[in-house]
């Protein structure tokens, strides 16, 4: 058998506009992309450097480099749980070895993990952080959508909703503070996000500064998004918060989500399945996860000028599994 080998790449992939939340704008997805070929055939994985987690491209195509050796001797996908840490830099591997033993063994994921495979699935449809104004306007373009998720940061929120909701009554809408939100405004603000028919609130608090929601009352449910990373960090939350995010580039690939979404479903903690702003390759894995979510938010080739070839396609925002020459 020829040995392993692992290539890394950056690659960057306009947004259509900009894409703002409260730590601020970009106009491009900065994706790494892995590829590991055995015998001719190539696996593939993709991951979003995160600067809240204090990556980089730099970085990640750094640390992609220390286990190119581990590889070559056939690393599996177990052992790379043990050599890495959680991350970008692990999920764009992981899911390359995913995808290298589906196409070798004849497969899908699904069969070899033994999960249902995807189907057609909703996800939600992001509305990035700008005036109530604009926002509104940008749900009334965007009505016919099942689901929208708002970025919010905090003074103005509720104007921001309420011109949403405005626009696009019929939509069901989660939201999304990136951390932005005092105690004060989780108190004004939730019976109010309520009364505006909001499902889900998303990572209200920072991240170590979230201990206090559980002594608050939640007329809406509560999802840790950057408090919960994969299932080291699950105890810290599972008091605090009604939901996780698992977002495969935290948890360091789809090995570590199933796992994660397992242990979450056994602790009684809902689902919500997202993304960083990335391709349809770093989507399809993380669609492996919808049978365990009560959210999917994977809209990131919407959000995109284009998508690469033989992406997911999407009928509105129903996404559908993605092709083998994608992924998986």
């Known amino acids: 058998m020829n040995k392993r080998t692992l290539e890394a790449r950056s690659e960057s992939w306009p947004i259509t506009g ?30 979003v450097p995160y600067a809240r987690y204090d990556e980089s491209v730099r970085s990640v195509l750094g640390q992609i480099t220390t286990v190119r050796d581990f590889i070559a001797d056939g690393l599996t996908r177990d052992g790379l749980l043990t050599v890495m840490p959680s991350g970008a830099a692990r999920n764009a591997i992981d899911c390359a070895l995913w995808d290298l033993e589906a196409k070798l063994m004849g497969k899908t994921v699904a069969e070899i993990a033994g999960i249902p495979a995807p189907g057609p699935t909703i996800t939600a449809y992001t509305l990035s952080l700008d005036t109530p104004e604009n926002m509104g306007a940008a749900a ?12 919010l940061a905090g003074e103005g929120d509720l104007e921001r909703v309420a011109a949403v909701r405005n626009a696009a009554p019929r939509t069901r809408l989660i939201v999304d503070a990136n951390e932005a939100w005092t105690a004060d405004m989780m108190r004004e603000f939730c019976p109010k996000m309520a009364d505006l028919g909001v499902e889900l609130i998303e990572q209200p608090l920072p991240a170590g500064e979230d201990s206090i929601l559980g002594e608050m009352d939640r007329p809406v449910p509560i999802c840790a998004d950057e408090s919960a990373h994969d299932t080291a960090t699950l105890d810290e939350v599972v008091e605090l918060y009604d939901y996780i995010n698992i977002k495969l580039d935290k948890t360091g690939g789809l090995t570590e989500a199933l796992l994660l979404a397992n242990a979450a479903r056994e602790f009684g903690l809902g689902v919500m399945v997202g993304c960083m702003l990335g391709t349809s390759l770093g989507m399809a894995p993380a669609l492996y996860l919808s049978s365990y979510a009560r959210f999917v938010d994977l809209d990131g080739p919407l959000l995109l000028e284009k998508d690469r070839e033989n992406g997911i396609h999407f009928d509105g925002s129903v996404m559908h599994p993605p092709s083998r020459e994608l992924w998986g």
Request: charged share 30%; with cysteine; glycine share 10%.
């Open 140 to 151: 009334k373009a965007q009505s016919n959508r099942p689901l929208f998720k708002l970025k």
């Open 18 to 47: 900009s894409f703002r939340i409260s730590r601020g704008a970009k106009t491009s997805a900065e994706v790494v992309v892995v590829e590991i070929t055995e015998n001719g055939v190539i696996g593939r994985g993709e991951c």
